[in-house]
């Protein structure tokens, strides 16, 4: 192995090697529902169950997600990468033709393998994203689907096993 720069180039091609899971977060706008698609995350804490996901200022949905009390989390399964591409475009209504219900006041999508409706528990900045902490309140889960996954900036790698 070589030395050399971390490039903010470089940094990307190395996370690119990282598989990730791949969500659509969704939140009410003033306007309809909002919502995009993150590989950025994680599990937080066990008790109570909670998430942590990465959101960029530069999000067009940005400000809808970091006011909101509640947001949806929907964990996406193989097949579904139409819908991961239509929340990572810069579409204006990426929920058009979707099949989608509110779930209170949160824009919850059909057919995830697995679907989580958060309360709003912390946020903060960090250089150009913010972390948002949702504690989970609702959960919704296919037991049969299997998840899609984010690798090598490609959606619809599958796990095998």
Request: proline fraction near 5%.
């Amino acid at each position: 192995m070589s030395a050399f720069p971390l490039t903010p180039a470089l940094f990307g091609d190395l996370m690119a090697e990282l598989p990730a899971g791949v969500a659509v977060v969704t939140a009410r706008g003033e306007d309809g529902p909002k919502g995009l698609v993150v590989t950025s995350l994680t599990a937080y804490t066990a008790d109570p169950p909670s998430i942590l996901v990465s959101v960029a200022h530069s999000s067009r949905c940005y400000g809808t997600l970091v006011a909101a009390e509640r947001f949806g989390v929907h964990v996406l399964r193989t097949g579904q990468d139409d819908v991961a591409a239509r929340f990572a475009s810069k579409a204006d209504d990426k929920f058009a033709g979707l099949d989608w219900t509110w779930d209170e006041d949160v824009p919850c999508l059909d057919g995830a393998l697995a679907y989580l409706r958060c309360e709003t528990s912390a946020s903060f900045v960090h250089l150009d994203h913010t972390v948002l902490i949702g504690t989970i309140a609702d959960v919704q889960r296919d037991e049969q689907a299997e998840p899609m996954l984010y690798l090598r900036r490609r959606f619809a790698w599958r796990v095998s096993g």
